[in-house]
């Protein structure tokens, strides 16, 4: 049995989003919920209007499953607390579904946010979730995720370091990869500049240069 990751006495409760974020990259995360910085581009604008679209729909029954959709979720043996875009009950079985704007892909960023909300509904409704699934708007497709116990622990250890991150009140690294060009904070978080080494001097002799250059002139 997994054990509590979280002090009752604790007011901090960790948005299910965030381990998402927090998967993709620690500083995104920490940028976002702790700085409260946010920046806007073509992705996360998508996402919101189809977020919209899909908080609107009311909860309905289709060939006996039951769809509650924006159903707030909460955990308090993990300190979780956020949404499922969409919740499937198959008898008295949820089946959480995240929607998200893109292509099916593989990754463990997604599946990760999908298991909070299993650990969430499983607390709330005193049940096993063993499924859930992730829905890709643009390619209209299903990408089923099976809570596995490894999966399971990496997000608990997951939901550990995010706790951690988030008390100590610090900001990891900049990465500079290949997640850069596409994150909506990545004008804030500078990573080409804030990952260079040595990047005082190089911003000292920039200075220096520019001053040079300047007084020639004159």
């Given amino acids: 049995m997994i054990q509590s990751v979280f002090d009752e006495q604790d007011d901090e409760r960790i948005q299910l989003s965030a381990l998402e974020q927090f998967s993709y990259c620690p500083r995104q995360c920490a940028l976002q919920r702790q700085d409260e910085i946010y920046g806007e581009n073509i992705y996360t604008i998508k996402g919101t209007l189809a977020h919209e679209r899909v908080d609107s729909l009311i909860a309905e029954t289709c060939r006996g499953v039951r769809n509650v959709h924006a159903m707030p979720l909460f955990s308090r043996q993990f300190g979780l607390t956020g949404k499922a875009d969409l919740v499937e009950f198959y008898d008295t079985t949820p089946y959480p579904v995240e929607y998200k704007i893109g292509k099916k892909r593989n990754w463990i960023h997604e599946a990760a946010q999908v298991c909070g909300q299993a650990l969430c509904l499983e607390e709330m409704f005193q049940c096993d979730v063993p499924l859930g699934a992730v829905y890709y708007i643009s390619s209209r497709c299903r990408r089923e995720i099976r809570f596995t116990p490894e999966l399971r622990n990496i997000v608990v ?40 080494k040595n990047r005082s001097v190089e911003y000292i002799a920039a200075i220096y240069a520019n001053t040079v250059q300047v007084d020639d002139k004159t």
């Fill in 157 to 196: 250890a997951m939901i550990q370091e995010i706790r951690t991150l988030f008390a100590h009140d610090t900001i990891p690294n900049a990465a500079n990869d290949a997640r850069c060009p596409c994150c909506s904070v990545a004008e804030s978080c500078l990573p080409e500049i804030l990952s260079r």
